[in-house]
C-alpha cells in the first residue's frame, strides 16, 4: 500500500462512516501475546488437539485447566496497544460501527471498544461445564467448584469441534454485508466460516483493505494490502483521516 492508496483508504473511512474492523491474533502481538499459526505461535508449540478441544477438556481436565490458567494470568497482565486505542477511538468518532474479533483477549473492551462480536468467545467469561452458571477466572484458577451445582469451571471460549456463539456470528455476517469499508488487521483469514466475511462485503460493495504480517488466501479480493505492523499502519490511517 503507497501513500495514495493510503489517503484513498482514509477517504472512505471518513466518508462512509460505516466501517467494520475485523481482527485476529496478530492485532495483540504487538501487546506481547503469542499468535497461534506463525512459526513461532501456540499451535506449533503445543498440540490444540491435546489442550483446546471439548474432548481434552472432559477427558483429560488437568492439563486443559492447567494450559488455559497460564493463558490467564498471561492475558491478564497484558495491555491494549496502539492499534486497539485507535480502533476504538474511531468507533467513538463514528468512523468503525463495531469490532468482529476471533480473539479471546478482551483486549478491545479493555481499550474502549464498545460494540465488540467475539467470535471465538472471551477469557473474561468463565462458566460451569454442567449447569452453565457463570463464574469468575479466580475460581477457575483455584479450581474452584460451581458454586451452584458444584461442577467443573470452564473457560468462555469455543474450543475446537464447538460451534460460533450463534448471536455473535449473526450480527457479524449482518455487519459484513452493510458495511462501506472492510478492515482486516492481523488475520491469517485461514478458519471458517468466519474468513468468508470480507469476501461477503465485497460480494456486497464494500471497500476491502487487509493489514497482516503474512500473505492470506483473501488478499486477491483486498482493494488495499498491507505488511506493515498494525500500530504503524493504524497511526498513518488516523493521521490521514485527520
Not at 498440540?47 to 486443559?64: C, I, Q, S, V
Not at 478491545?108 to 473474561?124: C, P, Q, R, T
Not at 468463565?126 to 484458577?141: E, L, W, Y
Not at 462485503?201 to 487487509?210: F, N
Request: with cysteine; hydrophobic share 35%; glycine share 10%.
Amino acid at each position: 500500500m503507497n501513500d495514495q492508496e493510503l489517503k484513498t483508504l482514509a477517504s472512505k473511512i471518513a466518508e462512509t462512516q460505516n466501517a467494520v474492523v475485523f481482527t485476529g491474533a496478530g492485532m495483540s502481538t504487538e501487546s506481547g501475546l503469542s499468535d497461534f499459526r506463525s512459526k513461532n505461535g501456540i499451535w506449533n508449540v503445543e498440540d490444540p488437539m491435546e489442550l483446546a478441544t471439548a474432548a481434552a477438556m472432559r477427558g483429560n481436565y488437568d492439563k486443559f485447566h492447567e494450559f488455559y490458567s497460564r493463558r490467564f494470568e498471561t492475558m491478564a497482565n497484558t495491555h491494549p496497544n496502539a492499534g486497539h486505542e485507535i480502533v476504538a477511538e474511531f468507533e467513538s468518532r463514528g468512523l468503525v460501527k463495531c469490532v468482529i474479533t476471533q480473539n479471546i483477549d478482551g483486549l478491545h473492551s479493555a481499550a474502549g471498544s464498545k460494540v465488540i462480536h467475539e467470535l471465538h468467545g472471551s477469557v473474561n467469561k468463565v462458566r460451569c461445564m454442567k449447569c452453565g452458571a457463570p463464574s469468575t477466572q479466580r475460581d477457575f484458577i483455584d479450581r474452584n467448584p460451581c458454586p451452584e451445582c458444584g461442577g467443573r469451571l470452564r473457560p468462555g471460549v469455543v474450543l475446537f469441534g464447538e460451534g460460533l456463539p450463534e448471536d455473535a456470528l449473526a450480527a457479524s455476517w449482518d455487519a459484513s454485508e452493510t458495511c462501506g469499508v472492510f478492515l482486516v488487521l492481523g488475520s491469517s483469514l485461514q478458519v471458517s466460516p468466519a474468513n468468508q466475511m470480507p469476501s461477503m462485503a465485497k460480494r456486497a460493495g464494500a471497500c476491502v483493505a487487509i493489514c497482516n504480517r503474512g500473505i492470506t488466501p483473501m488478499d486477491y479480493l483486498a482493494d488495499y494490502r498491507t505488511d506493515m505492523g498494525i500500530g504503524e499502519f493504524l497511526t498513518k490511517l488516523k493521521a490521514e483521516i485527520g
